[in-house]
């Protein structure tokens, strides 16, 4: 087993939170600019979003990679330094991270949009050091026809499909997710809270395997389901439900990573009952 499924069997883990809306606060422009080029062309302010996460308390941090395949990158004519942007990412992460926390490789899914593109973008990844692989915000179909191709790669380390949204029945796609080499699975972005608890109430009795959650502000509702006192709050029920990853996605800062790195320090003095609200196994 991965030193990362170690750790997660072992307790829960914070995630980082939302990194391209933090690097629009600092001058980003998604009309003419992608946050994965600031690896390499603005590399203080990646850096500092990354440290600004450890220091709350993630224990893993997600590379700055969600475009950074041939397909997305070709929009800025900015494909032939594909390799330089994710090599020089995950550097970036590790050097927040250090050594006993841990890089995940992030996939978003215009990777999907280019035969072959994931499984570049995932090699160069891997080659650079990343713990884990992680295809995030994607559509079902996708994320299987590309786990199925990273799971043929010889030493891939553990990985992790997050969808943007899952489609009814939930369970019978967990189950599709699972078979397809997902070692974790999980939703990201949307659903709000409240509606990605009952998700992963529903993956958990459909899969044994751990579970991850990242959900976005709720434009809706910015200051009730999506307060770092709300994520804090939801921990205990989300660990209830295998959940072993938390973080936060587009509009969440390292408060909310502070809040749910603080929530789940407090389950060793109030442990979860060993009999977990999931499939048994």
Known sequence: MSRLLQAIARRP???DAGMGTRLIALGLDPRHDDPSLWNVDRPAGVAGVHARDARAGAVALLTNTFGANRSWLSRFDRADDLAKINRAAVE????AAGESGFVLGDIGPTAADGIGAAREQAEILMEAGVDGLVLETFPLEAAIADLR???SIPGRPPLIASLWAWPEPIEAAARRLVDAGADVIGSNCRPALPEMLEEVRRLASAVPVPLLVKPGIDPDDPEGSST???????????VGYNVRMIGGCCGTTEAHVEAVAGAIAALDSH?????????AT
């Open 13 to 15: 883990i914070a995630l």
């Open 149 to 151: 191709e990273l799971a």
């Open 92 to 95: 970036l992460a590790r050097g």
């Open 271 to 279: 442990p979860i009952d060993s009999t977990r609200q999931g499939p």
């Open 228 to 238: 770092p006192s709300t994520f804090a709050s939801a921990v205990r029920k989300l």
